[in-house]
């Protein structure tokens, strides 16, 4: 059955023949006169222009859904079959769909060698069983989501540790994860099984790890092969009681990664950007924000050479009760903006800096630190800018606020400090100082406008000390 369609009183256009093809009068549309529709010469519905909308709207619509359905990705049910087999049967892009209920183990890894997505996966590793991984990820485009891993730190030593979930290649996503007692890493996203390239494009994402040894996360470049890991996101991790490391390692060979959103708890650090003393293990172009530490060695730490490293952030970081909460060390142009330290209590300076050129620290609060030396030191650091550093809180005990020292023979310059309030300290709240036997020097620099005692052992050329407070 077809239709004809015109404005009232008028014709269908010559050439429409009743019974024929569509047609259309628009002419009148914009003034919403009524539409009338015929079948065979005959008008049977009143109607509206709405009317018509809605006739091409559900035709249009039925098309989508049609077109859905045919791009649609196929779902797999393992359905208590062999999981290896099912993987390897689907076809590229499917979904394949574990169920949660069932706890799998498994005595070899399972591999995943197409683009899918692996939903719901629940596995373990049998005791005593080491230097097996229980997922490994070998094709770009992969996803590995809803999961629980479970290892056997218990019963493995550390030479036969290994990690629950390996990935190998780029352009992947693991969301939605619990991982739980592991003789190595949760997650190892790792350069060295790359097949002779860079592993490009990642994101890790709303992962909760529990006695995992080492890192719930670790993004790990090269053995010195020379590939890198580049452009990955880590978002929304959770670590308690990583004996050994921590919640996201960052290392040996990475560019453009970005971690954010971790919580790290009675664990060595939340987040380690490190090197292991090899060629080609720079890390370049990190940013890290939104973390809290409690009772961890670290917040944030460089475990790190000089390798070249380079562009390092670091913002709203968070430290209570641990021992050296932020510790940066080899890299050119650090920033450090909005910490806050609290309740620290060591023989160690709560936040410290060295060998670095192009550091920017600001927006720093400590509250309630206990310390013999200084609350921030920038040791060996060329080009450091210093704007806005507090103490606070009524059982604070330190020699100083601010330290620049050089332990070198050498010549620094560009040395900025202002907005520091340390005024109840033992010493003075900004210390400028040169020790060791061929002591260095410092040149060109400002201290201005501090709410600190000034003392500055260093007496170098073209230094200014003016308008600060005792």
Request: hydrophobic share 40%.
């Amino acid at each position: 059955m077809e239709w004809a369609l015109f404005t009232p009183c008028r014709e269908p256009r010559p050439g429409v023949r009743r019974g024929a093809a569509l047609h259309f009068q628009a002419k009148e549309i914009n003034s919403m006169n009524t539409i009338m529709m015929t079948w065979a010469g005959r008008a049977v519905v009143p109607a509206t222009w709405s009317l018509c909308v809605g006739w091409l709207a559900a035709a249009g619509m039925s098309a989508a859904f049609a077109a859905q359905k045919e791009n649609a990705a196929e779902s797999v049910l393992v359905n208590g079959r062999n999981l290896q087999q099912v993987l390897d049967a689907a076809p590229s892009n499917a979904v394949v769909r574990c169920d949660p209920n069932q706890t799998l183990t498994l005595s070899v890894p399972v591999t995943i060698r197409k683009p899918l997505t692996l939903v719901g996966l629940h596995a373990r590793l049998p005791a005593r069983l080491g230097n097996s991984p229980l997922v490994v990820i070998e094709a770009k485009g992969v996803a590995v989501t809803d999961f629980e891993l479970t290892g056997n730190a218990d019963s493995v030593a550390q030479e036969e540790r290994a990690p629950l979930l390996v990935v190998h290649a780029g352009d992947f996503r693991v969301e939605r994860g619990r991982l739980i007692n592991s003789s190595k890493d949760g997650i190892m996203i790792d350069g060295d099984g790359s097949k002779d390239e860079d592993l490009v494009g990642g994101v890790v994402r709303d992962i909760l790890g529990r006695g995992v040894i080492r890192d719930t996360v670790s993004i790990s470049g090269s053995d010195g092969h020379g590939r890198r890991i580049r452009n990955v996101l880590v978002d929304n991790v959770r670590c308690y009681g990583s004996r050994l490391r921590g919640a996201v390692e960052v290392s040996d060979g990475t560019d453009n990664i970005t971690v954010r959103k971790v919580y790290a708890e009675a664990s060595v650090y939340a987040v380690d950007v490190q090197d292991h003393k090899k060629p080609e293990q720079s890390n370049r172009n990190v940013r890290v924000e939104d973390v809290f530490a409690l009772r961890c060695k670290h917040a944030v730490r460089t475990a790190n050479s000089q390798r070249r490293h380079a562009n390092l952030t670091l913002r709203d970081i968070t430290a209570q009760e641990c021992a050296i909460p932020v510790q940066v060390s080899h890299t050119a142009n650090v920033t450090l903006n909005n910490v806050r330290i609290l309740d620290h209590a060591s023989d160690k300076s709560p936040i410290q800096v060295q060998d670095c050129r192009g550091v920017t620290v600001r927006d720093v609060v400590v509250e309630n630190v206990s310390v013999k030396g200084p609350a921030l030191l920038l040791e060996n650091c060329d080009e450091a800018l210093v704007d806005g550093f507090s103490i606070r809180g009524p059982t604070n005990v330190l020699a100083s606020g601010v330290c620049f020292r050089i332990t070198t023979k050498g010549t620094f310059s560009g040395l900025r400090i202002s907005n520091v309030s340390a005024r109840e300290v033992a010493d003075a709240g900004i210390v400028l100082e040169a020790t060791g036997k061929e002591k260095g020097t410092l040149t060109d620099y400002l201290i201005t406008g501090n709410l600190a005692r000034v003392r500055d052992r260093i007496q170098g050329v073209r230094g200014t000390v003016v308008n600060n407070l005792p």
